[in-house]
């Protein structure tokens, strides 16, 4: 690791004034790629900004139609809150099974989020959902929040304050993890809308991060069943391929994943 | 011979532990030297590559740095190239064709992460700054990462010295009688079978801390060795590091070996030198990606088998060609494994008349390939019980029969292939395994799992391995470059307290407890009283280290030996303490006693009689300390069966490995639960080879496996509750009856695992690891087969 100025900073207000003052700021929000990044000497920030540790950042509160999240609010917090589990049991779900338990009590939705890894596991969440990503200046929808691989909307210096989900009918996530990682290699949130409308959101496998799939959505709404998915093909060809798996095996993957998650709605 | 409720055969929780778990170990990361600097080196990023110019001008400026050195002083300072230690022939009579390899390379790289220079600084941070701003340019030339490409006309040639990257051409047994065999076959099987390429990932990566001393001409180095004897003698007697008196190797506590820390490396080597080139005591620890660029590999075999039967099903020959990935250059013992350590077992457990192998050892842009945890015997193993496994399925017969029907029954048992069993009872286990997995209720279980909708599978492996590589005159006559025998001394002290030094090198194995349960067996002292000294050529006169499951086998019986000494001589002083005839004294529960008497004497006080010397017997001379080599006669021959039960999952091609059965013939066994231990290790090993664990490169020679987020090691819940259980028949080699334990997990369960599974899914078509995506691939495959059909 290089050497690298810590900060912590007490309010978001106090996070931006200094990130701005920095020559080559980044925003730490529980560090669980950005540290190993840095250790590797793959990334080498002049300043590193702790958002853990302002107050406003942190909590989960039920509001009108849904769920409010903290941007500094960990996985282990989002997977044990009482709240969550009664509105939205799919991302409760989600939550706990996120890396392993050191991951879970570092990690933050916000910084999750921001990072947008293409195998990531909360933006599936976010994007069927339909949630609203709050940050110091704006609030943005899901679907124009993720724009591919590691990008987002997001400016330079903008803070992630909070994740505003509605309350879904019914939801759930079904994830099958790279065996040496534990990152989806095709990981799909189901979620049934108080509309009656039904949204598939797939992470993990995609070339450009998460995507919702309309086909599985149509399907459903019709027939809120694991067999109504059988015949409905993912395209190989925008899916991901490496030594773990061929593009073939994650479009597959993506299916079964899916049937699994419809049928963990219950 | 006494015992004691802490002897042979007691489940003694292992003395070591304190430290380890409460964090108090003594690695040699943990080693400081006033003074001391940090080594980083500067590594080569193509798999193949031409040095062109090296620059270390802006690094020699930046703050802290001692120096920079190259491969240009390495040479001119007359330090040696890095040797193998195993002289192979080949079928021609020609010896191996050995490349040049230098500590760090000026000239030519031959595999990503290759050092060619080092940065000596004050800080491990400041080196590594300066190390990367060390200019090297290079001229990238095209690389060959697999060992079937090395060989074809027109492959990039790595080494002068090796035409057409071929380093050996060996065979062995006889090949005539091998083809009359099959020329008579009622029937053949054929297998093309791949041998996966793993990395070892001991907890603890490599380290060094050299230390010169000016005055004194003298160095010391802490390493991270299973041998730190043998690690002396090769930087003595081929690199010209010092004289072995000059030179004191320390291995302190280490974190796991599993045969990568028997080699001596460049990085150690480097920072002796550069300790006296610098003046300051230097340090280097590895990072995880350094371990996985350069800690020797394992396995990478290709293999084309093939199995004679006669009408009656009984094995009448066998047919071997193997090429073997040795990697970019030949490591310590890299050349003895797929050869002496992999073809002299293909016989299994079984009587074949005829076998015939060819093996091609062949150079690639790849990390150096050397022995890991079983060191040919996984290789051999795995080709021997699928090809079985496959052949029963041909012929029709169940797979464990067919196994039993071509058992050897009696013992010793000459090979077609050196090998001389010495004993066993192969119906003994199979049966065993047999019992405790209810194969008969498997029908009933395969039925249950595909109302589940899982695929369930059982596979078979029936191994053998060779232990205790010896005797030290067969082995040379074989090649080696060392005597495998093994050294211990026996310490009494004043007061009676026993040390006890050996040759042998504990870095996980738990010797600390079972030695010195081997002493209070013996003496009937408790264990608090017996400490086992090793890991330090100044403590220990000699000793050649662990690997191989030798330990027990060999090093215990040094033990032994030593112990017989210490013994006579501790009754014939007491017999004279006691005036008493010497043939009646006996040793019971530490007290020495007069038989048909009342007259006795405590082990302590027989002990401080020898230290006072007050009265010894005529010519007896004062204190008792004994030592002993021992050398044996033969390998060990541990043996057994695992069967394996999973359940796939046919959407997503995920293996459950459902049920493991092990049946192991140890001989002996001093302490079943580090035994059991040893197993539960060594399965998972294994199953993570077959399951998990890939070296890949890409065409260029980037290992794209290189960090755990790609390169798969087996988790817990990756892994079943092991059944363990032992059948003994005792080795007659040694005193103890010792066979040796600590590889056999890692042995015998691949092929266990892959037979389950391609028996579950009803296709043979599968190579390790069978990662989810390979067995849906498999299954893919096999019902389009089926379609067609």
């Known amino acids: 690791m290089y050497e690298t100025t810590y900060h912590r900073a007490e309010s978001v207000a106090d996070a931006a004034t200094r990130l701005a003052g920095a020559e080559d700021g980044k925003l730490l929000a529980g560090g669980q790629t950005l540290l190993p990044t840095m250790k590797q000497r793959l990334a080498a920030p002049s300043d590193v900004i702790d958002l853990t540790h302002i107050a406003d950042l942190k909590g989960i509160a039920e509001t009108g139609g849904g769920v409010r999240i903290g941007a500094a609010t960990t996985h282990a917090e989002v997977a044990g809150s009482e709240i969550v589990k009664r509105l939205l049991p799919g991302l409760a779900a989600l939550a706990g099974h996120i890396g392993d338990p050191h991951v879970r009590h570092r990690g933050t939705i916000g910084g999750s989020l921001a990072n947008n890894d293409p195998a990531a596991d909360y933006p599936s969440a976010v994007l069927a959902l339909g949630a609203v990503i709050h940050t110091y200046t704006r609030q943005l929808p899901a679907e124009e929040f993720f724009a591919g691989m590691f990008e987002t909307a997001l400016d330079e210096g903008e803070i992630i304050t909070a994740v505003e989900f509605p309350a879904a009918t019914a939801s759930a996530y079904a994830k099958y993890p790279n065996p040496a990682s534990r990152y989806a290699m095709a990981g799909v949130f189901v979620a049934r809308l108080g509309d009656g409308g039904v949204r598939v959101a797939v ?59 419809v049928a963990a709605c219950g | ?44 990023p193509h798999a193949h590559a031409k040095v062109t110019s090296l620059d270390a001008s802006a690094a020699r400026a930046m703050p802290g740095v001692e120096a920079v050195l190259t491969s240009e002083e390495l040479v001119a300072d007359g330090v040696g190239n890095l040797i193998c230690g195993w002289m192979i022939h080949s079928k021609d009579g020609s010896p191996m064709k050995m490349g040049a390899w230098r500590a760090l390379e000026g000239d030519t ?21 300066a190390a990367d701003a060390v200019v090297v340019e290079y001229e990238p030339l095209d690389a060959v990462v697999d060992a079937l490409d090395a060989l074809k006309p027109g492959a990039p040639q790595l080494h002068p010295e090796a035409e057409g ?43 060094a801390l050299a230390s010169y001393d000016e005055a004194e001409e003298h160095y010391t180095l802490w390493t991270t060795s299973q041998n730190p004897h043998v690690a002396r003698l090769v930087l003595s007697a081929f690199y010209n590091i010092a004289p072995e008196h000059k030179l004191r190797v320390i291995a302190p506590d280490v974190g796991g070996g599993f045969g990568s820390k028997i080699f001596i490396y460049p990085e150690e080597m480097v920072c002796l030198w550069a300790s006296k080139k610098t003046g300051l005591p230097v340090k280097w620890a ?152 209810d194969y008969a209720g498997f029908a009933a279980r395969k039925a249950e799992a595909a109302s589940r909708g899982k695929l369930r599978g059982i596979g078979f492996s029936c191994y053998i391995e060779a232990c205790g590589i010896a005797p030290s005159q067969a082995v040379g006559s074989l090649g080696a470059g060392v005597g495998l025998w093994e050294s211990a001394e026996v ?98 529960g530490g007290t020495f006693k007069v038989a048909g008497t009342d007259k006795e004497l405590p082990f302590f006080q027989v002990a401080l009689a020898a230290y006072t010397a007050h009265n010894m017997p005529e010519g007896m001379e004062p ?25 796939i999952d046919p959407d997503t091609g995920k293996t459950e490995i459902v049920d493991f059965v092990a049946a192991d013939d140890f001989g002996t066994i001093i302490n079943p639960m580090i035994v059991e231990g040893q197993v539960h290790g060594g399965l998972t090993q294994g199953i993570g080879q077959a399951l998990l664990e890939n070296a890949a490169y890409d065409e260029d020679g980037q290992l794209l496996s290189g960090s755990y987020m790609d390169y798969c090691m087996p988790r817990a819940d990756d892994v079943p509750s092991y059944r363990l259980m032992t059948t003994v028949t005792t080795c007659p080699g040694n005193p103890l009856g010792m066979k040796g334990c600590g590889e056999a997990g890692a042995i015998g369960s691949p092929p266990a695992v892959i037979n389950a599974i391609t028996d579950a899914i009803g296709s043979n078509d599968l ?23």
């Open chain 2, 491 to 588: 310490r009494v002290n004043p007061v009676g307290t026993i040390e006890v030094l050996t040759g042998s090198h504990s870095h996980g194995q738990g010797h600390e407890t079972t030695f010195a349960q081997l002493v209070s067996d013996r003496f009937g002292v408790g264990l608090d009283t017996v400490s086992i000294v090793h890991g330090d050529t100044d403590k220990v006169q000699f000793g050649m280290g662990t690997y191989g499951s030798r330990s027990g086998a060999v090093g215990m019986s040094a033990i032994v030996k030593a112990l017989d000494k210490v013994e006579a001589k501790a009754k014939k002083l007491a017999a004279h303490l006691m005036e008493a005839a010497e043939g009646d004294i006996t040793l019971e």
């Open chain 2, 767 to 789: 190579v390790m690891p069978a990662t989810p995506a390979a067995v849906w691939q498999a299954i893919r495959q096999g019902r389009t087969a089926e379609a067609a059909e």
């Open chain 1, 203 to 261: 992470t993990g496998a995609g070339q450009d991060g998460v995507f919702r799939h309309e086909g599985m959505e149509q399907a459903l709404a019709g027939n809120f069943a694991a067999e109504a998915l059988d015949g409905i093909a993912v395209d190989a060809d925008e899916m991901l391929s490496d030594i773990h798996g061929s593009a073939e095996y994650r479009a597959h993957l993506v299916t079964v994943m899916a049937k699994r998650a």
């Open chain 2, 1 to 44: 011979m006494t015992s004691s409720a802490e002897g042979i055969g007691a489940r003694v929780t292992r003395r070591e532990d304190k430290r380890f778990v409460t964090g108090k170990g003594r690695y040699t990361d943990d080693m400081t030297v006033p003074g001391m600097a940090h080594a980083a080196f500067v590594r080569s």
């Open chain 2, 286 to 437: 590895a990072d995880r990606t350094e371990a996985f660029l350069t800690d020797a590999h394992g396995r990478d075999h290709h293999s084309e088998a093939e199995l004679a039967l006669d009408a009656d099903n009984r094995i009448t020959g066998f047919r071997v060609k193997t090429v073997a990935n040795l990697g970019a250059y030949m490591s310590l013992f890299s050349s003895s494994v797929p050869t002496y350590l992999y073809a002299t077992l293909l016989s299994g457990q079984y009587a074949i008349p005829a076998i015939h192998a060819n093996v091609k050892a062949v150079y690639t842009n790849t990390t150096p390939v050397d022995a890991y945890r079983g060191a040919g015997r996984p290789e051999a193993t795995y080709l021997v019980e699928r090809v079985m496994e496959t052949a029963a399925r041909e012929v029709g017969m169940d797979p464990a029969e067919f196994r039993r029907k071509n058992f050897v029954r009696s013992f010793p048992h000459q090979t077609p292939v050196i090998m001389c069993y010495d004993a066993g009872d192969y119906d003994a286990s199979l049966d065993a395994a047999l019992q405790a997995i």
């Open chain 2, 623 to 647: 204190g008792l300390k004994e030592g002993a080599f021992y050398d044996p006669t033969n390998f060990t021959f541990p043996a057994g069966t695992y069967i394996c039960e999973v359940e």
């Open chain 2, 165 to 207: 990257n071929l380093i050996y051409d060996w065979e062995i047994g006889d090949q005539a009688t091998t083809d009359a065999a099959f020329a008579s076959a009622a029937h053949v099987t054929r297998m093309e079978i791949r041998n996966n390429r793993l990395v070892p990932n001991a907890m603890e990566p490599r380290a």
């Open chain 2, 109 to 129: 790289v031959r595999h990503v992460g290759q050092a060619v220079a080092v940065v000596v600084a004050d800080t491990p941070a400041r080196a590594r700054d």
